[in-house]
């Protein structure tokens, strides 16, 4: 009887040292079971600070009410992230790109597909949705876009991703942004 208990002592001692060097599967407080090596999940919360550009974006000047194209125009921003399941989300994000007009010039509101690739840290999504300029032009818009995120541990990745803009009061554009994504 002895014998038994010191082997199936071992075997439970074993298989915990096992989950703890990521070779076996763990469980989250919903008692869904995932990979260690799997990053991505169901209920998972996640901010973003990431740097924009926008392409070919035209703005109104104010006296002459005339649109003006600029090539190119530079920013940074935040968002937040939310997957109700480990493929579909939800996700609003918030960038500034002129400095001397409104705080936020832009917000934006999205449903998220994501399709992660095995144990390889990398999901390519595709996004769409809509929100609302506040500098220079006040117009809502649609948007509709790609990208990749890269995750280095469950908690820490990168992504990289384009959108189309569609504005109600001027002609559409692109968005391209590059950040760092935190997950909880």
């Known amino acids: 009887?002895?014998?038994?208990?010191?082997?199936?002592?071992?075997?439970i001692l074993m298989l915990a040292a096992k989950s703890a060097w990521g070779a076996e599967t763990a469980s989250n407080d919903q008692n869904l079971h995932y990979g260690l090596g799997d990053y991505y999940k169901a209920g998972e919360l996640s901010l973003d600070g990431f740097g924009s550009a926008s392409l070919g974006q035209f703005t109104s000047e104010q006296p002459s009410n005339e649109s003006t194209r600029q090539?190119?125009?530079?920013?940074a921003g935040a968002g937040v992230n939310y997957f109700i399941t480990r493929n579909f989300g939800i996700g609003a994000d918030a960038y500034s790109e002129n400095t001397t007009g409104t705080f936020i010039d832009s917000t934006s509101a999205s449903l998220i597909l994501r399709r992660p690739l095995g144990q390889s840290g990398f999901a390519p999504y595709a996004f769409g949705g809509g929100g609302r300029h506040f500098d220079t032009v006040r117009a809502w818009f649609a948007q509709a876009g790609i990208g990749m995120e890269?995750?280095?541990s469950r908690h820490v990745g990168v992504f990289l991703d384009a959108r189309g803009v569609l504005p109600n009061e001027t002609k559409y554009y692109g968005v391209a942004r590059f950040g760092m994504r935190f997950n909880f």
């Not at 090539?71 to 920013?75: E, K």
Request: a positive charge.
């Open 1 to 11: 009887m002895k014998k038994n208990k010191f082997l199936l002592g071992g075997t």
């Open 71 to 75: 090539d190119i125009r530079f920013g």
């Open 150 to 152: 890269y995750r280095f």
